[in-house]
């Protein structure tokens, strides 16, 4: 069973920065995509960022692009997220997620359990 947790969320304030990190157990895929989506509560998910763990090729929502960064350690089932410059609407709970193929894009085929991660203005 692929089971994802996430930690490092949390308060900031506004221009501020925080690092999140997913660690993944259960699953042998030879490729895949992970993922990071975030949710408000009466919002649609949005797909934020993506990275392949074949060529590292990534993919950033422009809501986000040039101020968060994923990267991952596949060797430790790890994928990061270090998000930078943070803004109020910034504010949700983050997802990370884990696909069985590798592509730029990701969509979400195993969970993780979430993290808050509150911005103050």
């Known amino acids: 069973e692929v089971q994802l947790v996430e930690s490092g969320g949390g308060l900031v304030q506004a221009g501020g920065s925080l690092r999140l990190s997913c660690a993944a157990s259960?699953?042998?895929?030879?490729?895949?995509?992970w993922g990071w989506f975030r949710q408000v509560p009466g919002k649609e998910r949005e797909g934020i960022s993506c990275?392949?763990?074949?060529?590292?090729?990534?993919y950033y929502a422009d809501s986000v692009k040039g101020r968060f960064t994923i990267s991952s350690d596949n060797a430790k089932n790890t994928v990061y997220l270090q998000m930078n410059s943070l803004k109020p609407e910034d504010t949700a709970v983050y997802y990370c997620?884990?696909?069985?193929?590798?592509?730029?894009?990701?969509?979400?085929?195993?969970w993780g359990q979430g993290t808050q991660v509150t911005v103050s203005s």
């Open positions: 990275i392949s763990s074949t060529d590292g090729s990534t």
């Open positions: 997620t884990v696909d069985s193929i590798a592509a730029t894009l990701c969509w979400g085929e195993y």
């Open positions: 259960g699953f042998t895929f030879d490729e895949y995509t």
